[in-house]
Every structure is written in structure tokens, then in C-alpha cells.
């Protein structure tokens, strides 16, 4: 199966992801050899560090195509970025200064911080859902105030945010809180997209493979194929995430018909 990687930091020498060129390059060999065949690179952005405007990324993006490709890397690059969840952003979206998902302007990968839901994240959410833009809510399962309350993540869902869980949580690389989270998370159908968060050719590397078999061992293996390819498929063309088959892949699961929570949650689709 091939995979589409929607988080990756892998842009090197532009925020806390890859440091080097040759490190960069290691990154795409690992995803090339892992299945993943397009990479949406997301540099940080807006986060009180680092502040990587939509041109700078479309040329870092640009320049470090022509080195995969001199390389013998046949990997898709696109653009896009990982946006803090600040009141400033709707802003910057507004004038073009924020990089949407591949650039198509119809979904933003948002990050909250590491503890905390910050005051104000419903009115931001709010405003970029007003705006036509959909929010992918990234690694919600390593907030710890999101793993500790999961139905918060639910209520975002309901109005029509995406959410997009990290392989290694899966495989428990981050820690049991985190897994367990992430499997209450896309048991309840409030999971969308699998990806990376790549850091580094090392621990943190380019790598979906062992998410999914994970996420199918939970589930099924159609619903980890919505995760890691149907769905980011979808966001990188620019079109609406069908939640139907979500819906359709949780009632196929054993002992479904006793138990719908998640129900509500498509109510919009």
C-alpha cells in the first residue's frame, strides 16, 4: 500500500526538523523505502520560535525537490506547514502569509501546545472554519489535556475539524498516555489522518507503516487505509474529506451495532 505522509519535518535547516541537507535527504530515503510516496513538508510556523512565511516555504520546497530528484528520490514534495493555534493566525491566512496544506487553501494543519488547550482555541477554530478553511487538529493525542478529555476533541469534530494522530503514538513510542489516547481517539471516529511528525533520520523518522498496521490490528485494515492514504489523498487535492466511509468502516467493526457514540459526529457530512 502506498502512503501519503501529511506532517513531516523534513525541510532542512528551517525549524527543528532536519538540520542538515544530507539529513534531509536520508528523511525522503526512508520514506521513499517505507511506502510513503508524497510528503507534505510542515515546517513550524507562528509558534513564538520559528516563523516560516508561505513564499519562504514554496522555494524551500522548490529547492529541496531538485536535490531528491538529483538523488535518485522519487518522492512527491509539497508544501504546507504546521501552524500554532494563535489569535494572530486567521490573519496571516487572510493575507497569504500562512501555508495551507499543499498549498490548496482549503485545509490548515493547526498545533496546539504540549499541556494545555490555550483560552480562545474554540474562537480561532471558529473563525478558520468561517473562513472556508478546514482545521486538522495535529497530534491531539500528545496534548495531554486533550488525552485526559478526548470528548473536547469530539466537540471540534462536530463542527467540522479534521484530526490527524501520529503513527508512533500508535506503535507507543510516545508513551502509554499517548497510546491509549490515540486508540480511544480513532475508536470513536475522531481520527482522520495518520502521518509522521518526522523529525530526524533517527527515532523520530519518516515512517507510517507500523501506525497502520497498528490502527488495523484496532480497527481494520480499511479504515487504517482511510487514515493513511483515502483521506490525505483528499486534503492534498484540495477536496472535502468524505466522513461517510469513517462512519461505514466503525459500524463494520464487531460489536459496533451495540455501541455509536460517534453517531453525531457526521451528522454535518
Known sequence: MAFIDLHCHM???????AKSTEQALAMARQAQADGIRSVVVTPHHLNGVYLNLAEDIRQAVRAFKLLTLANGIGIQLLPGS?????PELPDALERGEAMTIADRGRAVLVELPVFTVPVGADQILDDLLGMGLTPVIAHPE???ALAERPERLADWVERGCLAQVTAQSCTGAFGTVSQNAAKTMIGNGWIHVMASDAHRDRRRIPQLSLGRDMVASWTSPELARLLVLAYPKALINGQDVDRSLLLQALAALPGQQQRRPWWRLFRRS
Do not use: A, F, M, S
Open 11 to 17: 525541510l532542512p535547516g528551517i525549524d527543528d526538523g
Open 82 to 86: 504546521e501552524l500554532h493555534l494563535v
Open 142 to 144: 500528545r496534548n495531554r
